[in-house]
């Protein structure tokens, strides 16, 4: 996959060879305060593949104190990738420059051919939703 990274940007890297998710890192420096978000411009611009799309996720270590991020990149994008920081905690939380802020995952997708139709196949569940399984 190509990628581009603007001044001050940081490549995108795997932990570990294994790894699902390329970690993105943050340029700057900034503060996510209680029950609100923050974009942050990681500077990283990638050419995704046709037929994959690029999930922005959340780290599980910043999940664990409340900060998530959660984003879609279609492959035909390549802006670069700005990550939306949520903070659902009760106190305020330090980003620092060179920080990992969040994962870009690829996964193949499909597109197949939308039909409208005037009615759906009947299935098993039909339209129970919500609590409909049970606990």
Known sequence: M???????GFMPER??????GL???????????PFEHCVIDTG????????YVGLITSKSGLMAKG??????IDSGY??????????????????????????LVLLPIITPELEVVDTLDETERGENGFGSTGR
């Open 2 to 8: 190509k990628i581009m990274i603007d001044q001050g």
């Open 15 to 20: 932990a570990h060879d294994t790894d699902a």
């Open 23 to 33: 970690d993105l890192r943050s340029p700057v420096s900034t503060w996510v305060h």
């Open 44 to 51: 990283v611009h990638v050419a995704i593949p046709a037929g």
């Open 67 to 72: 900060i998530t991020c959660r984003g879609t």
């Open 78 to 103: 390549t802006g670069s990738i700005k990550a939306v920081l949520y903070n659902h905690g009760a106190e305020g939380y330090g980003i620092h420059r060179y920080d990992k802020i969040c994962q």
